[in-house]
């Protein structure tokens, strides 16, 4: 691709293109090269929507988020971008393979997803998909969870032209916020909306909001209010409670104003509770890893776009989760484990 990277393996496929490992031919690094499927299939909209992907990504530069170093069109017209190799699990799959985490696991992989959205934000860039199975864990040498957000593919930046028309929904529904969910403005706290369903889900192993149908959940979101997470896992402190509850707002005034203080909450709890120096982040074994691509996973639902929202009972169809590249690995063979690093550049 582009006369620099040599394509290995695929590790996942999605819906705008497939994720490769891939091999820099002349410094022998090895990297995660997502190329978009051919662009004259897609047309122009998703084409722009898999550029801006790389650009979001790659202006944010923070140690929480997949780090994006190389965009490029091969001779024969294919679009792909490179980002580093990440080696692990997505939250999705270690909540369903590990059961429900240990409350200081739980803050701690927590308060590294809102320290990730708050870089993001002060780049002006909202993510607008935040679920598990777009963070991923990855295990440090020492033997430590670090969680990196990844897939801004259906990302706002805040300034640029719209991709998403108006009234147009797009995203998760078992995550969208109640405005993200009628088509009106998104901006910084509706990310801050979807990290308290991700929060709800992680202490509780549960969604706090589930109908039968997908646009009947969006109704869910926007009309029914969510149950404390103590109601369904008993110890949790009141003050934890009280502030996944606060990030469910519906009203945007009653949450968090910005995910730095959503994250700065999460933290003291953590301490609060004598649980900040807790060795919770490095428990479990790790099992294995892979790439997870927008479409690749085994969560609830699918990321969904609708032009127009049809009655709340009239069923929708979800795309069926890609039955491949969920869980390969992202080790090379023969390779040793590597730690993680930050790559600033390719030549």
Partial sequence: MGGRYRLIRKLGTGGMGSVYLCEHVTLGRRYALKLLHPSGAL????????RQEAQSASRIQQENVVDVLDFGEDGGGDLYYVMELLEGRTLGQVMRQDGPLPLPRALALLEQVCRA??????????????KPDNVLVERLADGAERAMLIDFGISHVIGSDRLT?????????????????????????????????????????????????????????????????????????????????????????????TMQALAAEVARLRASAGLASAAGCAAGASR?????????????????????????????????????????????????RPGWRRRAALL
């Fill in 117 to 130: 959205l708050a870089a993001a934000h002060a780049c002006g860039v909202i993510h607008r998909d935040v």
């Fill in 288 to 336: 294995g890893g892979g790439w997870s691509d927008e479409a690749v996973g085994t969560g609830r639902g699918g990321t969904i776009s609708l032009a127009a929202v049809p009655h709340p009972e009239t069923p929708l169809r979800l795309p069926e989760p890609a039955k491949d590249g969920a869980a390969s690995s992202s080790r090379a063979p023969g390779s040793e």
């Fill in 165 to 257: 028309r108006h009234g147009e929904i797009i995203g998760t529904p078992e995550y969208m916020a109640p405005e993200q969910a009628s088509g009106a403005e998104v901006d910084a706290l509706t990310d801050v909306y979807s990290v308290g369903v991700l929060a709800f889900e992680l202490l509780t192993g549960s969604l706090p909001l589930l109908g039968p149908t997908a646009i009947a959940t969006l109704v869910a979101h926007q009309t029914q209010p969510p149950p404390a997470p103590g109601t369904l896992r008993a110890g949790l402190p009141p003050e934890l409670d009280r502030a996944v509850l606060r990030a469910l707002a519906k009203q945007k005034a009653d949450r968090f104003q």
């Fill in 43 to 50: 047309g122009p909209e998703l084409v722009d929507r898999f």
